[in-house]
């Protein structure tokens, strides 16, 4: 069964730095791309960023790009997301996804962690 | 940059089919995906590639896509049906969500 733990929300003042984790087992982790979605309180879903299975190729949404910086660590199964020059409009719950393809001209999410609240504000 | 427009909300009675909208430009030629999101609930796939679902779905989910519109299809929509629906599209190297749509069962 596929497990995916996120950790590292806090509550943090602007412009402030955060690293969030995510804890992956249940299939062989390197073979899969994987991802961060976020949801701010009461709006829907936003795509933030994702990573290839080897780490080589990452892609970002506009809002997060020159900020943010997702990383893996295969070794310890393991996906983060540095999050730098916090804003309010950060704010939200930061799901963890597993791609639902190892390759493929397409991406999608076949499964998600219960996510972590980061709160941006003063 | 790519958008997908869903209806704010749906309302169904229960027994009856529920559709869900989602239109973007040419979307037909894409693949769409489809997620249910329960309140204080993480989303959950229930459409893949247009029209496939995940082991565990239930038969009455269903999906299509020609055109600019995808439509998830709930046949015989039950109370535990009541969620968020969300679709969802890659597009030049961005996953691309709608905006959401809130299914009412009453």
């Known amino acids: 069964e596929v497990q995916l733990v996120e950790s590292g929300g806090v509550v943090i003042q602007p412009g402030g730095s955060l690293r969030l984790s995510c804890a992956a087992s249940?299939?062989?982790?390197?073979?899969?791309?994987m991802h961060w979605v976020r949801q701010a309180p009461g709006k829907g879903l936003e795509w933030v960023s994702l990573?290839?299975?080897?780490?080589?190729?990452?892609f970002y949404a506009d809002s997060v790009k020159g900020r943010f910086t997702i990383s893996r660590d295969n070794s310890k199964n393991s996906l983060y997301l540095q999050m730098n020059s916090l804003r309010t409009e950060d704010t939200g719950f930061y799901y963890c996804a597993k791609d639902g393809e190892r390759v493929g001209a397409f991406r999608y999410f076949d499964s998600w962690g219960q996510g972590t609240l980061v709160t941006v504000s003063s | 940059s790519y958008e997908l427009t869903q209806p704010a909300s749906v309302s169904v009675s229960p027994g009856q089919t529920a559709s869900i909208t989602c239109s973007g430009d040419?979307?037909?030629?894409?693949?769409t995906f489809w997620y249910q999101q329960k309140p204080g609930q993480s989303p959950v796939l229930v459409i893949y590639q247009d029209n496939n679902r995940p082991s565990g779905i239930p038969e009455r989910f269903s999906g299509s896509n020609s055109g600019n519109t995808a439509t998830l299809t709930i046949s015989g929509t039950q109370a535990m049906d009541e969620a968020d629906y969300y679709c969802?599209?890659?597009?030049?190297?961005?996953?691309?969500f709608g905006g959401g749509t809130k299914l009412t069962v009453l």
């Open positions: 990573i290839s299975g080897d780490g080589i190729s990452t």
């Open positions: 249940g299939f062989t982790f390197d073979d899969y791309p």
């Open positions: 969802q599209a890659w597009d030049r190297s961005s996953v691309v």
């Open positions: 040419k979307l037909g030629k894409k693949y």
